[in-house]
T-cell receptor, first 113, second 113 residues
Framework: GNSVTQMEGPVTLSEEAFLTINCTYT??????LFWYVQYPGEGLQLLLK?????DKGSNKGFEATYRKETTSFHLEKGSVQVSDSAVYFC????????????FGRGTSLIVHP | KAGVTQTPRYLIKTRGQQVTLSCSPI?????VSWYQQTPGQGLQFLFE???????NKGNFPGRFSGRQFSNSRSEMNVSTLELGDSALYLC????????????FGQGTRLTVV
């Protein structure tokens, strides 16, 4: 079956540091890949997505590239802010037979001033 | 444009009782999906409804059921509650199938005592 593996957190950074959160996946067919962010007490918000190999999703300074050869979709940001502190979820939605989504366990990011 | 609305936000129930959660999707969205989020299992897909029909179902026991009405509003029911059902239940709406363009509500926090 499908699966998503994320690096465990928490990830603790100082403001303006570079961020990488690793995500790898296993899926049938040709999945679409997503990063969602969850702020305390809130639901999930779509951060960015990529629907085919080599696509780069980007939003609010965050980027992730769909790497089919390494089955990865790592999230990066060049300079994090305190307001980026949240839990980040990598997810996939596979077109192979059904669209049942699969989420990673989430990575908590804490950014200190 | 109003977002996804889930009611109630918080709920406390006793083991053995049943509970019904409600989700009002974004206007014009015909797909509603439900998820269970727990610290131990992460975010798990429960089921998806589109135009009043269940299209996909996750790996949960039959105690978990749902339905969708003609106005796209959805309800989720859990019967014979167990302590392990304590979780944040999230609803997501989208115009189509899968995670693409899915918008999440803030969730209902269910505590079973």
């Amino acid at each position: 079956g499908n699966s998503v593996t994320q690096m465990e957190g928490p990830v603790t950074l100082s403001e303006e540091a570079f961020l990488t959160i690793n995500c790898t996946y296993t899926a049938t067919g040709y999945p679409s890949l997503f990063w969602y962010v969850q702020y305390p007490g809130e639901g999930l918000q779509l951060l960015l997505k990529a629907t085919k190999a080599d696509d780069k999703g980007s939003n609010k300074g965050f980027e992730a590239t769909y790497r089919k050869e390494t089955t990865s979709f790592h999230l990066e940001k060049g300079s994090v802010q305190v307001s980026d502190s949240a839990v980040y979820f990598c997810a996939l939605s596979s077109s192979g037979g059904s669209y049942i989504p699969t989420f990673g366990r989430g990575t908590s990011l804490i950014v200190h001033p | 444009k109003a977002g996804v609305t889930q009611t109630p936000r918080y709920l406390i129930k006793t083991r053995g009782q049943q509970v019904t959660l409600s989700c009002s999707p974004i206007s014009g969205h015909r797909s509603v999906s439900w998820y269970q989020q727990t610290p131990g299992q992460g975010l798990q897909f429960l089921f998806e409804y589109f135009s009043e029909t269940q299209r996909n179902k996750g790996n949960f026991p039959g105690r978990f059921s749902g339905r969708q009405f003609s106005n796209s509003r959805s309800e989720m029911n859990v019967s014979t509650l167990e302590l392990g059902d304590s979780a944040l239940y999230l609803c997501a709406s989208s115009p189509g199938q899968g995670l693409t363009e899915a918008f999440f509500g803030q969730g209902t926090r269910l505590t079973v005592v």
